[in-house]
C-alpha cells in the first residue's frame, strides 16, 4: 500500500519520468498513515505493508536540504506507531546511495528510521558499472559504485534489507558496460546476503522524461508506431523486455535481454529477486531473445506458469503475446472479467501468495500468465 509522503528530487535522470529538478514537498504523512492505521483496525487487519511515494527518500541530507524536516516527518510516525500498538507497520522506500550515506552519519536519524518501522530501501544503482553510462544518464553520481558498497554494509549492519534497482541498456551502452553491470550486480548480490535484485531493461523515452521531447525521438519511426498502435505503449513498461520500440537495433535488443534474463536468473537461484520480466508486443520475426536467453526465460517463468513456457519457442513468442493483448481487449470491451482464481488449483494459489514479482491489478485472466505474456496494463513495478 502506498504510503503519500513526499515529491519531488533535485536531480535530473534522463530516464525517470517522475518530478525531477523539483524541490522535495511532504505531504500530510500523519494524517495519511492515520487513516490507513484507522482502517486496517476497522477491517481487523494486524500488518500494514506500506510503501513510501519519495523519490529520494534521504535528500534533505545532501548541501541545500534541511534534515529537520525529514526528522519531524520520522517523529510523527513514531508517534503514531505508539498510538496503534496492535498494528505491526512496515515501511519501505526509494533513495540514493549519497543522500542514504549522508542521513544515517547521523544516530538519531538511524534511530529514527529503524524505529519508524523501516525495513528495506531501494537505491537506484543504474550505471554505477560505468563513469560513462552514469553521465550518459545524467545522475551526477560518480562516486555511485562506492557509495553502494558503503550504504549497503551500513544497512545489513543495522538489519535492513537493501534492494539493488538497476535500469540498463540506455544507447549509450556497449557489450562491455553491459558485462560490467552484469558483474557488478552479481557482485552485490554476492557479498551482501540480505540484498535483493530489481533490474528492468531501460526505456530511454517515456512520456514525462527529459528525453521524450527529444529532438530526434519525436516523428521517428518508433515514436509514430506509438501513436498508431496503442498497444505498443505496453512495450514501455520497465517491466518489459527490450523491444523493437524502446531498442531499435536488433544486436542490442537481443544483448540487452541476454544480460537482462541472466541476471534474474541468478538473483532467482539465489532466491532474491523482487522484479520481473514479460514478453513484450513485437512485429511476428522480430527478434526479441534468442534461443541461450529463452532457455534462461523458461527456467524463470516455469516458477510460476510452468503450462505457458514449455512450448514458448523464438518463433511463437510475438504470436503468443497478440493472443494475451487481444484476449484483454476483447473481454474489456464485452465487460467480462474473469474470476481471479480459474485455472488455478490449491498449490498454484499457495504460489501466487508466495510469488514476489505479483501485482494483481485488473483480473482480466489467470495472473500466472503475466510473467511470461505480459500484464493487461502499463505499469513500473510496484514497489
Not at 528510521?113 to 560513462?132: I, K, M
Not at 535488443?253 to 520480466?277: E, F, I, K, T
Not at 505457458?308 to 473481454?331: K, P, Y
Request: charged share 25%.
Amino acid at each position: 500500500m502506498t504510503l503519500p509522503f513526499s515529491q519531488g528530487c533535485m536531480f535530473g535522470c534522463s530516464f525517470c519520468g517522475a518530478q525531477t529538478r523539483k524541490r522535495e514537498t511532504f505531504f500530510n504523512v500523519r494524517a495519511h498513515l492515520d487513516t490507513a492505521c484507522q482502517l486496517a483496525e476497522r477491517f481487523g487487519l494486524t500488518t500494514l505493508d506500506l510503501y513510501c511515494s519519495s523519490l529520494d527518500f534521504f535528500q534533505q541530507a545532501l548541501p541545500g536540504g534541511d534534515l529537520e524536516l525529514l526528522t519531524g516527518q520520522l517523529e510523527s510516525i513514531v508517534e503514531l506507531k505508539e498510538r496503534h500498538p496492535g498494528l505491526h507497520i512496515d515501511l519501505h522506500a526509494l533513495t540514493r546511495a549519497d543522500s542514504y550515506n549522508a542521513a544515517m552519519s547521523s544516530d538519531h536519524v538511524r534511530d529514527l528510521v529503524l524505529e519508524a518501522g523501516f525495513n528495506r530501501f531501494g537505491f537506484g544503482a543504474d550505471g554505477a558499472a560505468s563513469v560513462e553510462v552514469l553521465r550518459a544518464m545524467r545522475k551526477h553520481a560518480d562516486t555511485l559504485r562506492s557509495d553502494l558498497v558503503t550504504a549497503f554494509q551500513h544497512m545489513e549492519e543495522n538489519g535492513l534489507t537493501p534492494e539493488i534497482l538497476y535500469v540498463f541498456g540506455i544507447p549509450e551502452e556497449t557489450p562491455e558496460t553491459l558485462a560490467e553491470t552484469r558483474a557488478l550486480c552479481g557482485l552485490l548480490l554476492e557479498t551482501f546476503p540480505s540484498s535483493e535484485y530489481r533490474g528492468f531493461p531501460a526505456k530511454n523515452e517515456i512520456p514525462g522524461n527529459a528525453n521524450w521531447n527529444r529532438k530526434g525521438w519525436k516523428g521517428s519511426p518508433a515514436h509514430q508506431r506509438l501513436l498508431d498502435e496503442p498497444d505498443q505503449f505496453l512495450n514501455l513498461g520497465f517491466e518489459t523486455l527490450a523491444n523493437e520500440i524502446s531498442h531499435e537495433d536488433p544486436e542490442m535488443r537481443l544483448l540487452v535481454n541476454h544480460y537482462a534474463v541472466d541476471m534474474s536468473r541468478h538473483a532467482h537461484d539465489l532466491g532474491r529477486v523482487r522484479s520481473y520480466l514479460t514478453v513484450p508486443v513485437s512485429s511476428p520475426g522480430a527478434p526479441v531473445m534468442d534461443e541461450r536467453t529463452l532457455d534462461g526465460f523458461r527456467e524463470i517463468a516455469a516458477n510460476y506458469a510452468p503450462e505457458l513456457t514449455a512450448d514458448l519457442t523464438v518463433e511463437n513468442l510475438s504470436e503468443r503475446r497478440a493472443a494475451q493483448v487481444c484476449t484483454v481487449r476483447s473481454r474489456a470491451l464485452s465487460g467480462e472479467q474473469q474470476d481471479p482464481h480459474e485455472h488455478q488449483d490449491d498449490e498454484g494459489d499457495e504460489e501466487h501468495r508466495r510469488a514476489p514479482h505479483l501485482v494483481v491489478l485488473v483480473h482480466l485472466r489467470s495472473p500466472s500468465a503475466w510473467p511470461v505474456l505480459g500484464k493487461p496494463r502499463v505499469c513500473r513495478p510496484v514497489s
